[in-house]
């Protein structure tokens, strides 16, 4: 057989707009799902149960169910329970971002779990409120530990903007599908898009490997 | 004038009774060595003073005013009682400048640079104007303890708490940490001592304390507690702190 890149190459805007659309939903998921992530990580973190059970709950629920049905049910289910529509972004985001939020506060949690109580003595002893403590003390240097984890988080939620394409959503993959259709060039087509997610996440990888080498010489 | 009023202190872990009713007065300008086997609840005594752990019951009365329960009092009263600690608890990821800043910057609210010139005055008071950008570690077990005792010192504690300051440093690294204890002692600062140097206490403290099963076994000048003891347990206790000291 022949290989036909010409007719991707030729279809390099709609790739483009593809790769802007994975950039933008992975931007908003990283912020969303991270950002919540420490949130809910802060409440499993916590002794009180007010702030225990509910992240608990939200960790179990949302770790124990596929992502491809969350985007699913916030697209097809949501809307008819609510009075207003959803856009195939907005399905995407918050199926991602719920799920990654869900990964991620186990990760925060556990780096904050992992700081030495002495470095809560000092910091308290000098009259900072928790918070204080939290954000100058313990935050700073449970991040520095999380980092390889959390840039693998950063990498599972690239790969997951993919299922955007499940709601017509107009990422990578999409836009893949849409070429392949078209020009009748399903290999060309989904090779492409297979190397351009290599390409843009396997630099990221190796800086995990480098963050994990360096912390591990740090301490 | 009593700048520390204990009295009746509890504190429980569980069901467990660790400090069976402290009583204790502490006059501004005393120094007070704390001695007493391990677990017998010295550590213990020295967090609830400061609130790091809370008393299960009793009354700790700092400079006349009872401390209250809600989060803001404990916090007051950690900003005027300062604590060092075994183990150093330097920050990290913080130079040693920035480990004396923080409290002020944090704490205190002050300005940067007005944090900055205060703690390098502090610094240099322990001996490390020099070692102000480095991080801890780079410093050694005896820098480390002096870091720490600067950041206390930084907040102008009225009342400086020592739980073992040179338990956890190789002994040739001891002398430095003692001598700015020491050089706090001569300028009249009050302080409380958790100690097994036991000369250290004799020379400098004005009081010395003998906790035992959580109790206040016996107390007086360093003289009758550390050459006349009367109670048995503590002179069983200074002999096997002394057996090797000549
Ligand atoms: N957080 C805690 N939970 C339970 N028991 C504790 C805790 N802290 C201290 N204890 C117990 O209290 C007793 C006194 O401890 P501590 O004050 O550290 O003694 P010391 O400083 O004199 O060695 C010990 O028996 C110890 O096991
Ligand atoms: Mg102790």
Redesign the pocket.
Known sequence: MRWDFASVLANSDALLVGLVGTLRLFAICLVLGLGLGLVVGLGRYARSRWFYLPATAFVEFFRNTPVLVQILWFYFALPILVPFEISPLAAASLGISLNSAAFSAEIFRGGIQSIERGQWDAARALGMRWGQAMRRIILPQAIKRMLPALTNRAIEIFKMSTLGSAVAYVELLQQGKLIASLNFNPIEAYTTVAVIFFVLLWPLLQFTYWMERRLKRDE | MTILRVRGLIKRYGAVEVLHGIDLDVERGERIAILGA?GSG??TLLRCLNFMEMPSAGEVVLDGEVVGRRERDLIAVRQRVGMVF?QFNLFPHMTALGNVMEGLVTVRRQNKAEAQARAAKELARVGLADKAQTYPAHLSGGQKQRVAIARALAMDPELLLF??PTSALDPELVGEVLNVIRSLADEGRTMLL?THELGFAYHVATRVIFLADGLVHEQGTPDEVLKNPRKERTRAFLASHRQFSF
């Open positions: 391990s010295k550590s075994q739980d073992e958790v």
